[in-house]
Each structure stands twice: as C-alpha cells, then as structure tokens.
C-alpha cells in the first residue's frame, strides 16, 4: 500500500512476482480494506501460471468475501488461486502450543489471567 501511494507499486510488485515461489502466510489475520484486496488480487494475478505460490490462512473459502470485503474479487483471487491448486487441510491445534498444552502450562496460564 506504501508502494502505491508512493507511485511505485510497478518496482514492488516485480519483488513480488520475480522469485519462483513466493510465500504468503496468514492470509486472513487481519482483514483487508478495498486498498489492499485490490492489491493483493493484483499480485496473485501477475503470478498466475507464471510463478508458485505457498499460501497459509486461518480462513475457509467461504469466509474470503467477508475477508476481502468484497465477494466477487475474493471469487477472482480465489479462482486464479485453487486453478492449480494442491491443498492441505490442517485442523487441530496449534503446533506452537502443543507443548505447554501437554505440560499443562498453558491452560494454568490462560485460566490465572
């Protein structure tokens, strides 16, 4: 957003589309304004079929219009996105707290506080 505004989003988004894999992680824990569902669609499109992308986020499919804030782009993002798509499903706890959970340490914290 910082690019755009700035009237360099073209040198920006060469960063973003020039590696063969770009990582994109937690899409989604944070929601996007019209400015940055724009962009991002933007991005994934200049990527499309051209380079790899790994994407993690928090949300399912149908949560991506409400995420984006508007329903037919999160349509478009997501279309280009699962096009080619191989998915990994991950439910169940976090990794990061499945070793204070098995100490217990966690939940003791989380019910003092």
Avoid: C
């Amino acid at each position: 957003k910082k690019a755009y505004k700035e009237s360099r989003l073209e040198r920006r988004m060469r960063i973003y589309t020039r590696p063969k894999l770009l990582v994109i992680d937690e899409v989604g824990y944070l929601p996007l304004d019209g400015l940055g569902s724009n962009l991002f669609f933007q991005l994934i499109s200049a990527r499309y079929e051209k380079g790899s992308i790994i994407l993690t986020s928090n949300k399912g499919f149908g949560e991506w219009g409400e995420l984006m804030g508007d329903p037919v782009l999160a349509t478009a993002v997501l279309d280009r996105l699962l096009h080619h798509a191989h998915i990994i499903n991950i439910r169940g706890n976090s990794y990061r707290l499945k070793d204070r959970l098995k100490t217990g340490l966690y939940g003791n914290q989380h019910n003092n506080a």
